[in-house]
């Protein structure tokens, strides 16, 4: 299977490649060349089976790896998980299911993918016999699912940068408790922008990054939304896919969860809606309703994961809506940098029309979603998932709509407390999180000195 990348210029490349280089040398994201069809007797086929095998049958066409070797990694990435199903459904009201996707080891949905990407990456550098150093910024859930992904693993080090100050008290405790030596949290003086400035920095220095080897695993990896491609086609297969069509409601801020859900419908999924859920920074919903892609402000909000107005993996649903036309892609992308935003076209606009419903929530609309659910069906939600519940329930139609679950309501104990006035308990599994020695180096916003600290861990 070979990769393209959305701005049609640098090379296509096979799926560890892909993988390997994040983003691609146009500064494109890469995209299949061909989507894989399932039909109707192996979505059925599916059917009752665990779900890694699911993931290996979604996954292996794209990656051409061997399927013993692919089945072991796939089994080693989800043993951590806190539940069975690895994704259970439960059901909010007549036609209204939640994906759980927190049951990974730091609670939010990103496991599901960096848990994967942990082994795949790790049995690369095996192969080739490379060493790689990952470094990465994190407003709070990416970070510190990257160090349980990467904890232990050989020939990674993995170096997360979070604000100091500025992550709640479960997400700094989740990247700064994990003892092996390969991880390493970095609380930086700034906020997220500067953290991620700082990376960006380092990545635009060449020498230093042939010298440490350094690599992404930020959302654009195109092997991180792959594996997101599955736990559309498990919720859809128990709920009566391929004899009955389902929707889907989706937290979105970078765009790649829902994009994985576009994926699964190309591929032959029977999906007949899939809704854009933002909060107040609502850059995607009015992209849908206008056809103008515009950035404002960022506004934080009781959402914060979804606190976003640059969308990367936007750009690969404009690839698609211009038919693959990479030129054009890179165009709208020349347009967002030196303009603040750009025009959709016509028949772009009516092809990401046919594809993505969307919807917006107020910070008051999640607060009450995350109140009335509490108090109708005793479910919590985090704020995210409630972002997606209220939406979806101007959606739900004949067919059942699925919203994904993308977070613990533990992790944000704050923003559930004040809306239903009980603190959400951490599951037992991690319930002694508070009692863990942390361990974390303070840094100044710094490169040269980011960058010493870093060659000295490594060597
Ligand atoms: C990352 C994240 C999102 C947004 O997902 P995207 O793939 O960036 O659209 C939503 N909710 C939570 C809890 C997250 O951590």
């Given at each position: ?5 959305t701005?049609g210029?640098?090379?296509a490349?096979?799926?560890?490649d ?28 599916l ?23 692919l ?35 730091t ?10 990407i942990?082994?795949?990456?790790q049995d ?43 992550v ?13 030596s390969?991880?390493h ?10 953290c ?6 380092m ?9 440490v ?36 409601t ?13 994926i699964a ?15 107040r ?25 979804m606190?976003?107005q ?7 649903a404009?690839?698609?809506a ?19 935003g750009?025009a ?6 009516g ?11 107020s ?9 009335d659910?509490h ?5 919590t939600?985090?704020p995210h ?51 863990r ?23």
């Amino acid at each position: 299977m070979q990769y393209h990348s959305t701005r049609g210029t640098a090379p296509a490349l096979g799926f560890e490649d892909a993988m390997l280089a994040g983003l691609a040398r146009d500064g494109g994201l890469y995209v299949p060349a061909e989507i894989p069809r399932m039909d109707a007797a192996a979505i059925a086929d599916l059917a009752g089976r665990p779900y890694e095998e699911i993931v290996l049958r979604v996954i292996r066409p794209f990656t051409g790896m061997a399927e013993s070797r692919l089945s072991d990694l796939i089994g080693r990435a989800y043993a951590g998980f806190g539940h069975d199903a690895r994704a259970p459904l439960v059901q909010l009201g007549p036609n209204h299911f939640l994906l759980e996707l927190f049951h990974g080891p730091t609670l939010a949905f990103k496991d599901f993918a960096m848990q994967l990407i942990g082994q795949l990456f790790q049995d690369a550098m095996r192969r080739r016999g490379q060493r790689i150093t990952i470094v990465g910024a994190t407003s709070g859930d990416t970070g510190s699912a990257a160090i349980e992904a990467f904890r232990g693993l050989d020939n990674v080090e993995c170096f997360i940068l979070f604000p100091h100050g500025r992550v709640s008290d479960v997400q700094r405790r989740q990247m700064t408790t994990p003892a092996e030596s390969n991880v390493h949290a970095l609380a930086m003086d700034g906020d997220f922008d500067d953290c991620q400035a700082a990376v960006k920095e380092m990545f635009g220095d060449g020498a230093f990054r042939d010298r440490v080897g350094l690599t992404a695993v930020n959302s654009i990896n195109w092997a991180r939304v792959l594996a997101q491609v599955v736990y559309y086609v498990s919720a859809a297969v128990s709920l009566g896919a391929p004899h009955r069509a389902v929707g889907f409601t989706v937290p979105t801020g970078n765009f790649g969860d829902i994009f994985a859900g576009d994926i699964a419908r190309r591929m032959g999924l029977p999906i007949d809606r899939l809704v854009i859920a933002t909060n107040r920074n609502d850059i995607l919903h009015r992209t849908i309703l206008t056809g103008d892609h515009r950035k404002e402000g960022v506004e934080p909000t009781i959402s914060p994961s979804m606190d976003i107005q640059v969308s990367s993996n936007f750009e690969r649903a404009l690839y698609m809506a211009y038919g693959r036309d990479g030129r054009a892609v890179a165009q709208l992308m020349d347009e967002l940098k030196s303009d603040g935003g750009f025009a959709v076209s016509q028949g772009a606009l009516g092809s990401l029309r046919d594809t993505y419903a969307s919807g917006r929530a107020s910070e008051e609309e999640t607060r009450a979603t995350i109140r009335d659910m509490h108090r109708r069906t005793g479910q919590t939600l985090c704020p995210h998932t409630a972002v997606g519940v209220k939406v979806a329930e101007e959606h739900i139609g004949a067919s059942p709509m699925v919203t994904l679950a993308t977070a613990h309501p533990a992790k944000f104990p704050d923003a559930v407390e004040a809306a239903t006035g009980q603190r959400p308990a951490l599951p037992p599994r991690m319930a002694d999180l508070f009692d863990r020695p942390e361990r974390v180096t303070r840094v100044a916003n710094d490169i040269p000195a980011l960058q010493s600290l870093i060659e000295d861990r490594i060597a």
